[in-house]
């Protein structure tokens, strides 16, 4: 006899379905539409404040409320701008932009332990690497959107001619209004305009060589004759600035040396210069033991390579500048800050006893390159001298790569970048320059267009295929 079988019991319903996994919270994506209009207007921003950066000066830089003012402001904007682009990951494998970063991350190792003694001076002093921030937000925005390459060099065509008929205007009200110049009223001694010459005299070459290499539009004699005066007014006063331009000039030159524009800013400025030294033309410079005059720009020139036998004060700022260096190189190479600077914060012309002005406003040595060695050590000398040598491989590489493909829009491209680079690092080299925002954000602008246009002529070659962009003869 069979045994009956137990009474079947109901199945438990979670026993038979497949565990449920709890769902990661969706992180709410701005549109794409509104995210496009956002980066192209932050672009726009971007590109005027280069634009009055470089013929503002510095007076334009504190525009805005302390300790907020429109360069940070821009910045600021600008974070938010690069979380929006789709390829801000891929962006950040590029070898510039990881070194980039490494040297951003050691400069707040050495800025953080300083924060509570020295507050937003540490903070002004860390922005010689912190405005490489601008390098990462261009480089993805362009790598994001190649069409904006093409719109940036349009944009700078127009900056170039507005530059020329500005600035000898703005030097002019300068000179005459001299200490009468209004100040902005949240900043000591800080005039609405507030010119530097070497920091002209950068924009001066970069917009030759952007002539040289074929971008400029219009053949005009004034543009030269602008070009030229520029070159005279910012020359007599800065031996930087002069070799700045000189430098800009001669890598656009080297590249492209059958620009007939090369050959007509030469006899013009040699005209000019000539007509000078002829009529003796002497105008005293505001603040400045110089003068504007043709004596005046062949002492800076000779002055470069050899002593100015005592006049005005050349061989003195000249000796000011060495001496500092070497005691930097002292006290980081061959002494005990070589692993760690100094960091950032302390006021290094006060530290080592090369301070000039009563009011301590001098921060810095007149040169970039020994500014990150003297805050940060050898390895912070080391990352600096890596991002610049990844950048100029990058375009470097670029220009042959473009050369090869008969590519001659890119190639000059390229051109410009280096061209541009060699006078703002020159400039830098004997200035407080990237300090600042003058020479900061233009110099990490050109840094962030260079290796993402090496990336875009590899991945969108398209992008600057224009026939309103192509070089021309001129």
């Not at 006899?1 to 709410?28: G, Q």
């Not at 070159?231 to 331009?245: E, K, N, P």
């Not at 500048?321 to 980081?332: F, I, S």
Request: net charge positive.
């Amino acid at each position: 006899m069979s045994r009956a079988l137990p009474p079947a019991t109901p199945l438990d319903p979670s026993a038979t379905r497949t565990p449920r996994v709890p769902r990661t919270p969706r992180v709410p994506r701005v549109p794409a539409a509104l995210a496009d209009l956002f980066t192209r207007r932050w672009f726009a921003l971007w590109g005027v404040l280069l634009a009055m950066l470089a013929i503002g000066g510095r007076g334009f830089a504190y525009v805005g409320l302390p300790p907020l003012f429109v360069s940070e402001i821009t910045l600021a904007l600008g974070v938010a701008v690069f979380l929006l682009q789709p390829r801000w990951r891929q962006t950040l494998t590029q070898p510039t932009a990881l070194l980039i970063v490494a040297l951003m991350a050691l400069g707040l190792a050495r800025t953080a332990p300083y924060l509570g003694t020295y507050r937003l001076d540490a903070v002004r002093d860390y922005m010689l690497v912190g405005y490489a921030a601008t390098a990462l937000i261009v480089a993805a925005v362009v790598m994001s959107r190649p069409d904006l390459l093409a719109a940036a060099l349009r944009r700078y065509r127009t900056f170039a001619k507005a530059f020329l008929l500005v600035m000898p205007v703005l030097w002019l009200l300068f000179q005459a209004a001299g200490d009468a110049m209004p100040t902005w009223p949240w900043a000591d001694n800080i005039g609405v305009v507030e010119l530097k010459p070497g920091d002209a005299a950068v924009h001066v070459g970069a917009v030759a060589a952007f002539a040289v290499l074929g971008f400029f539009r219009g053949r005009s004699l004034l543009w030269i004759a602008l070009l030229c005066l520029l070159v005279g007014i910012t020359g007599a006063v800065t031996r930087a600035g002069l070799v700045s331009f000189a430098l800009a000039f001669g890598v656009a030159f080297a590249l492209r040396p059958r620009s007939r524009w090369a050959t007509r800013v030469v006899v013009v400025m040699a005209t000019l210069v000539a007509f000078a030294a002829l009529t003796d033309v002497r105008i005293d410079v505001h603040d400045r033991a110089r003068e504007f005059s043709a004596r005046q720009l062949l002492l800076n020139v000779t002055s470069t390579f050899a002593s100015a036998d005592g006049t005005g004060d050349l061989d003195a700022t000249k000796t000011w500048r060495l001496e500092w260096w070497e005691k930097v190189w002292g006290y980081t190479v061959d002494g005990p800050h070589r692993w760690a600077g100094k960091g950032f914060g302390l006021n290094l012309a006060t530290d080592d006893g090369f301070q000039v002005f009563n009011d301590g406003s001098l921060r810095s040595p007149h040169n970039a390159h020994f500014n990150v060695l003297a805050r940060t050590g050898l390895p912070g000398l080391a990352l600096w001298v890596a991002v610049n040598a990844a950048f100029l491989y990058a375009v470097a590489n670029g220009y042959f790569r473009a050369r090869q493909r008969r590519e001659n829009t890119w190639a000059m491209f390229f051109a410009f970048l280096l061209a541009y680079y060699a006078a703002l690092t020159f400039n830098a080299s004997f200035d407080v320059f990237f300090e600042g925002p003058m020479g900061g954000v233009w110099f990490w602008s050109v840094v962030g267009l260079g290796f993402a246009a090496a990336w875009v002529f590899e991945h969108h070659p398209e992008a600057l295929h224009d026939p309103d962009l192509t070089p021309r003869e001129g």
